[in-house]
Nanobody, 129 residues
């Protein structure tokens, strides 16, 4: 089973940028599709973006489309979430998750937390002036 560790969160002003990293160990990341989720206080966990196992195809929630980009670097066993034009409503704990042999990246599939079997512990992103 793959283990995941997120990093890169922090405090940023509205309109700013952050890059989150999801580093994998214990198994070859090549065999896993990866999703990013976020959870704000008092709210349910929300699917943000996901990327397939081999095709590199990606999907984004409407709320982040055009602002966030997900990229995988299998050589570094890391998936990145580039976040631009950040808004206060992006404030949340961000989690990465992995599913073995995941090829599909439809929003209906990737936005369901129970689809993913491996999770990191999360990294806090706070967007505030």
């Amino acid at each position: 089973q793959v283990q995941l560790v997120e990093s890169g969160g922090g405090l940023v002003q509205p309109g700013g940028s952050l890059r989150l990293s999801c580093a994998a160990s214990g198994a070859a990341l090549d065999n896993y599709g990866v999703g990013w989720f976020r959870q704000a206080p008092g709210k349910e966990r929300e699917g943000v973006s996901c990327i397939g196992m081999t095709t590199g195809s990606a999907n984004y929630a409407d709320s982040v489309k055009g602002r966030f980009t997900i990229v995988r670097d299998n050589a570094k066993a890391t998936v990145y979430l580039h976040m631009n034009s950040l808004k206060p409503e992006d404030t949340a704990v961000y989690y990465c998750a992995a599913r073995r042999y995941m090829l599909t990246t439809s929003q209906a599939f990737c936005s369901v937390p129970s689809v993913f079997g491996s999770w990191g512990h999360g990294t806090q992103v706070t967007v505030s002036s």
